[in-house]
């Protein structure tokens, strides 16, 4: 089968075919726990009755209209949205249909900002090392790590890294009369799980608002509840309130496995666009925007947003009791959380497969685990936000004895 598809993906040997909670089911009837909610974007797991019944439902009614038109369940969405990220300074927002595309659109909203009010040549976003914004030629360009851009260049102009954590340098970086943007990764997924520090947001909202900067936060992994509150830099604090931001991204557990991704802007950046500057065909959907619906209304909850941290910090906790010698650090906010290993990930990966046997064995002891890499010596979980208790035990024992 690998033969139909392009070489860009490393693929585990396994096939799904069905999935059920914080399960999936292989073509072989083997059955694995998921701690990965398909690179966090199952939020609500596989199969959730609301969000199956939800799509269902908005299938029956219309699967699309394009933006020529106003779509009652786009416009339902849009406004639970923009409700929801309310507490981060969101006033509106622009409905794409992944994280590239939202992160595209907050690059020319930025772009668009400071050229309409300073003029040419304050075009300079600035971004963080170590950060993953996406694989478009631009949001490679926005990417602070090399490893994406060899052999992709020449990239979009007008992009600067600085380091995490190093105030010295944003001060530096963040030039009045070069730069539209700063664009931050709350909390930097791919690279292996590092929140920025209070320290360092604090003074880039400072920073942002003295220099008319745009304060922008890529939020496409850690947004839409992962780490506990339904944006993740409603945690850190500016002249003693939440932080609020001028734009934020949104993409991967937005719809809860519908392709969906969405760029909110503040007060600053809200009206940024006129008619004709920006646009997607699919972006809006109105599939997403059922799924999307089905999201907000179930996580966007302070009882739901609490379990997510207790779950976290009990599965930090219980990883950290181990204490396994091959296990190095244990980090993480909510439900994403990092391990760093002694070893390649990989082969884990691997392994927590290839345990699952046998035809419908259903036995605890013959089931998988999935779980993911995030660098050459981190495994990453982002369980689905419904995960159990037991659930959480039983793979968590998993990794236990495979590590
Ligand atoms: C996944 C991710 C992206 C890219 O999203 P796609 O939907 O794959 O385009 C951008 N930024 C962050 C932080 C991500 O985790």
Redesign the pocket.
């Known amino acids: 089968m690998g033969d139909y598809f392009m070489h860009n993906y490393r693929r585990l040997p396994v096939m799904f075919v069905k999935g059920e909670g914080t399960w999936l089911f292989d073509n072989n009837g083997r059955k694995y726990l998921d701690f990965t909610s398909g690179?966090a974007v199952n939020c609500l797991g596989h199969n959730y009755p609301p969000l199956v019944k939800a799509v269902c439902d908005q299938a029956a009614r219309y699967f699309h209209c394009s933006n020529y038109y106003q779509s009652d369940i786009a416009a339902a969405f849009a406004e639970k949205l923009v409700a929801a990220c309310t507490p981060g300074g969101m006033k509106n927002v622009f409905l794409a249909n992944?994280?590239?595309?939202a992160?595209e659109g907050a690059c020319k909203i930025a772009r668009k900002y400071s050229l309409k009010k300073y003029g040419p040549g304050r075009h300079t976003i600035v971004t963080l090392r170590g950060s993953?914004?996406?694989?478009t030629i631009t949001?490679l360009a926005a990417t602070g790590q090399e490893k994406f851009h060899k052999d992709f260049g020449p990239f979009t102009e007008g992009f600067v890294y600085i380091d995490s954590g190093d105030r010295d340098a944003l001060e530096k970086a963040l030039d009045a009369k070069t730069v539209a943007g700063l664009f931050i990764?709350t909390v930097q997924?791919?690279s292996g799980v590092y929140p920025q520090s209070q320290e360092f947001i604090e003074e880039a909202a400072r920073l942002c608002a003295e220099r008319d900067i745009l304060l922008m936060f890529?939020e496409?992994?850690c947004g839409v509840g992962r780490t506990g509150t339904f944006l993740a830099y409603e945690q850190y604090r500016y002249n003693g309130a939440p932080v609020k931001a001028d734009v934020v991204t949104l993409?991967?557990g937005l719809a809860g496995g519908i392709p969906a991704?969405a760029v909110l802007a503040g007060e600053k950046a809200a009206d940024v666009f006129a008619p004709g500057d920006h646009g997607s065909t699919f972006g809006g959907n109105p599939i997403a925007a059922a799924a999307g619906l089905v999201v907000l209304e179930t996580v966007n909850n302070p009882a739901f947003l609490a379990e997510i941290t207790r779950k976290g910090t009990m599965i930090m906790a219980a990883i950290r009791a181990w204490n396994h010698p091959a296990i190095q650090d244990v980090r993480g906010r909510g439900l994403m959380i990092a391990i760093d290993i002694d070893r390649d990930a990989w082969p884990v990966l691997e392994a927590t497969i290839a345990r699952a046997e046998g035809t419908h064995a259903f036995g605890m002891d013959k089931c998988g685990l999935l779980i993911l890499s995030a660098g050459q010596k981190t495994l990453r979980m982002l369980p689905p936000y419904t995960i159990s208790d037991s659930e959480i035990e039983q793979g968590l024992e998993i990794l236990h004895t495979m590590l």
């Open positions: 690179i992944s994280g590239a595309e992160n993953f914004h996406g694989r949001t990764e997924g791919e890529d496409i992994q993409a991967k991704g």
